[in-house]
């Protein structure tokens, strides 16, 4: 399964839908990760927050190819972005492992393909070294075989690369 | 000089960013404030402390191995306040992660290095702490101590009239000894950052953990999960299995 996550304007979600099996308009409507591990201890892989994002655990972890369509927010996703990302820790369970030699989480849906990042907006050299980190860093964490991170000048080039 | 102390943790108390924040606070001089960030209701009244602020440290959680985003959307603020003020106040960090390693904080680090950048503050470094979580259940163990050491007193003085129990006391020492052990490199580092704080100085990227061998730390910190998901009921909701989101949800998504 394909799922695209964009912070775009509504107007581009007709041109992003044949791109991908879903699509999720990060907007920022909905609440912030609470930090309480409650999709991991209380109510596995479903936050106690009745949002948007209350099931996006069970979502995110059907993901063969993830890709993220975020602009640049001091080398990281925007915050609309990392708020989705923060409400999906539930596609790990509780124990701990090691991969790529540090620890990590165990994968409840086991391993993914593809974490791919297409990031807009102005940047600079430093900033997309730290993207790069980040997302690589995002990958290992949730169990994919492979990063990808493409930056573009224009947000009318990303469907070139989807 | 004025130093700005935010704990930026989404949690209402017991969060390991106030014990690293409390820490931090004791061996920092001059004028100290201590504010709070957990929603956009906290922003103008944190922004307004910041004008006169020589130093700023921000306590905060690792989240997905990068800023938290309710500190994202602070910052998205923070920026056109500071250049349009032209404040150039030093940011100073405390990132904490649930992981052993403390190294894993590094891209957090760069995000804030970035952010002073746009801003115009000046980046002064930070601690990334691996292991946060379980040092913060130190503290409620060293609480836990010495409510037993007040405890084995009491009984002392009504049973002998002694008001030194000998053995409660070397138990204390023993534990208290054991828990400063874990805590060691995050209290070397934090005085070191007290210092450079005091002198208005740079500190640098430094990372430290709590003082435990990592196949102690991950058995510990499964026993952790296993008891509270056995409490909080999740070890019979389908604790590991790989839940399908709800057909009703997904159309509404």
């Known amino acids: ?162 | 000089m004025k130093t700005v102390f935010i704990n930026c943790s989404p949690k209402k108390q017991f969060c390991a960013s106030a014990y690293f924040l409390a820490i931090e606070r004791l061996f920092v001089g001059g004028s100290k404030v201590t504010e709070k960030l957990r929603t956009p209701a906290d922003h103008d009244r944190i922004l307004g402390q910041l004008g006169d602020a020589d130093a700023v440290v921000l306590c905060l959680p690792l989240y997905v191995d990068g800023l938290p985003s309710h500190v994202l959307r602070f910052l998205e603020v923070l920026e056109p306040y500071c250049r349009s003020r032209e404040l150039h106040f030093s940011l100073y960090c405390i990132a904490n992660n649930g992981f052993i390693e403390g190294r894993q904080n590094e891209p957090l680090m760069q995000n804030l290095e970035h952010f002073c950048h746009r801003a115009g503050l000046s980046w002064s470094g930070g601690v990334g702490i691996g292991g946060g979580v379980m040092l913060n259940v130190t503290r409620i163990l060293f609480g836990v101590d010495i409510a037993l050491l007040l405890l084995n007193t009491v009984l002392s003085v009504a049973n002998t009239g002694n008001f030194f129990p000998a053995s409660a006391w070397i138990g204390f020492a023993e534990n208290a000894g054991l828990l400063l052990f874990f805590n060691l490199g995050v209290l070397f580092y934090l005085i070191g950052m007290a210092a450079a704080i005091r002198k208005g100085k740079v500190f640098g990227k430094k990372y430290t953990r709590i003082m435990l061998p990592s196949f102690v730390f991950i058995l510990f910190a499964d026993i952790f999960f296993c008891i509270i998901s056995l409490f909080e009921g999740g070890l019979f909701r389908g604790w590991l299995s790989k839940k399908e989101p709800d057909k009703e949800y997904l159309e509404k998504l």
């Not at chain 1, 920022?28 to 409650?38: D, E, I, L, S, T």
């Open chain 1, 1 to 162: 399964m394909k799922i695209l996550i964009h912070d775009l304007d509504q107007q581009y979600e007709a041109a992003l839908k044949p791109h991908a099996d879903l699509v999720i308009n990060a907007d920022g409507k909905y609440a912030p990760c609470q930090g309480c591990f409650g999709c991991w201890s209380k109510h596995p892989a479903e936050c106690f927050m009745k949002d948007r994002l209350q099931q996006i655990c069970r979502v995110m972890g059907q993901a063969d190819e993830l890709v993220i369509i975020t602009k640049n927010l001091y080398g990281s996703y925007s915050a609309p972005v990392k708020n989705v990302l923060d409400r999906s820790i539930g596609t790990s369970t509780p124990f701990s492992t090691y991969r790529g030699k540090q620890m990590h989480h165990t994968l409840r849906y086991g391993k993914h393909d593809l974490w791919k990042t297409i990031v807009y907006g102005d940047i600079t050299e430093e900033e997309k070294e730290t993207f790069r980190l980040l997302a690589e860093r995002n990958a290992i964490n949730d169990g994919f075989e492979r990063s990808e991170v493409l930056f573009v000048n224009d947000i009318s080039e990303v469907e070139a690369l989807l």
